[in-house]
């Protein structure tokens, strides 16, 4: 932790979030401190305040750049959370596109250019189809000296280490996106039969023949949800419909990694929440929630970037997630006090 200019405290470790949509919005410190220090719910009493909110979300895409919403010290240092002055509709729109890399950019520049030394990008930010889970930025500036993160390795690790340790068999819906390709590999190699749900089978071949020779065989494509019908763990990556969880057997538990999460519609069945961990006990100033986590509790990429601070990795963690650095970052978690949530 240093300081420059008028005494500003620049943070060691940055959270790039993103707006999430104008109800969530009001959910910051500087809007309703009472709000913010509680898991987020939609609070009627702020439904009035929408055009103002509106009116914001307006101003921000025209003139915002990234702003600070949240801290807390760990061991410490200084942690910050920025959130970058788009909403989450806006990544689903194809001409925002260069505007929103823009703004992730600038902010890692930012943050080079100050001294931080990790920043963790957060939900959309890391979109793939957005900008590769970081790769754009770290392929056009080689001489970074922040390191960025997408912190997945870690949300993969967490969902891993739900699963108990007798199944053997498991269904996948985004099982060919970044998060599902590496759950489906570390499954396989502990000889535990994958059913992965897609309709692509030269994406399917791919990541199959990433495994070794004598585990490829775990890997199964399958096209349909009545493939899963007799299958109690299903893991999550697209979302489902209230008539999609219906072939699901009594008794399954949905771990996911979805976003928004699934209906909790089945109430035979079990649901999961999204990955996250419990920061270590000696975290101090923490005044506000994550979203609808409790405080105390931040999302698993978060945790990740956290972890990459604290380790003193010198890599960049971007792109497609390593199976093999799965288990050393749950190590390097518990190590340093995050446990899971």
């Not at 009001?26 to 609070?43: D, G, I, L, Q």
């Not at 019908?229 to 008794?251: D, F, H, M, Y």
Request: proline share 4%; hydrophobic share 45%.
């Amino acid at each position: 932790m240093h300081y420059t200019g008028k005494n500003d405290q620049v943070p060691d470790f940055v959270f790039l979030a993103h707006v999430v949509d104008l109800v969530s919005s009001m959910h910051v410190a500087f809007a309703f401190r009472s709000v913010s220090s509680k898991p987020w719910t939609t609070h009627f009493i702020l439904l009035p305040l929408l055009p103002i909110a509106f009116a914001f979300m307006v101003l921000m895409w025209c003139l915002s750049k990234t702003f600070t919403v949240s801290f807390y010290y760990l061991r410490g240092r200084l942690h910050q959370t920025w959130a970058v002055p788009r909403y989450g509709f806006h990544y689903f729109l194809p001409f925002a596109k260069d505007g929103i890399n823009h703004q992730i950019e600038l902010a890692i520049l930012r943050a080079n250019k100050i001294g931080v030394k990790v920043i963790s990008l957060a939900a959309l930010n890391k979109n793939e189809a957005l900008n590769g889970g970081g790769l754009l930025f770290v392929h056009k500036h080689p001489d970074l000296r922040v390191r960025v993160v997408h912190g997945n390795t870690l949300t993969a690790a967490v969902i891993l280490n739900e699963i108990q340790s007798n199944v053997k068999e498991v269904f996948i819906t985004g099982a060919t996106s970044k998060l599902g390709r590496v759950i489906a590999l570390y499954l396989c190699r502990k000889k535990i039969r994958v059913m992965m749900l897609t309709l692509s089978t030269e994406r399917f071949r791919k990541i199959k023949n990433e495994a070794p020779q004598e585990f490829q065989d775990y890997l199964v494509q399958v096209t349909k949800y009545q493939a899963a019908q007799n299958c109690q763990t299903w893991i999550v990556g697209k979302w489902l419909s209230p008539r999609e969880q219906q072939w699901a057997p009594s008794g399954t538990h949905f771990h996911q990694f979805v976003v928004p999460p699934i209906i909790r519609f089945r109430r035979d069945c079990t649901y999961g929440n999204l990955a996250a961990m419990r920061l270590p006990k000696d975290v101090q100033g923490l005044g506000t929630c994550e979203y609808t986590l409790e405080r105390g509790v931040v999302h698993a990429c978060h945790a990740g970037g956290i972890v990459h601070f604290l380790e003193g990795w010198t890599h960049h963690e971007v792109g497609a997630i390593d199976v093999d650095q799965i288990d050393v970052v749950w190590k390097a978690a518990l190590k340093h006090g995050l446990t899971p949530a």
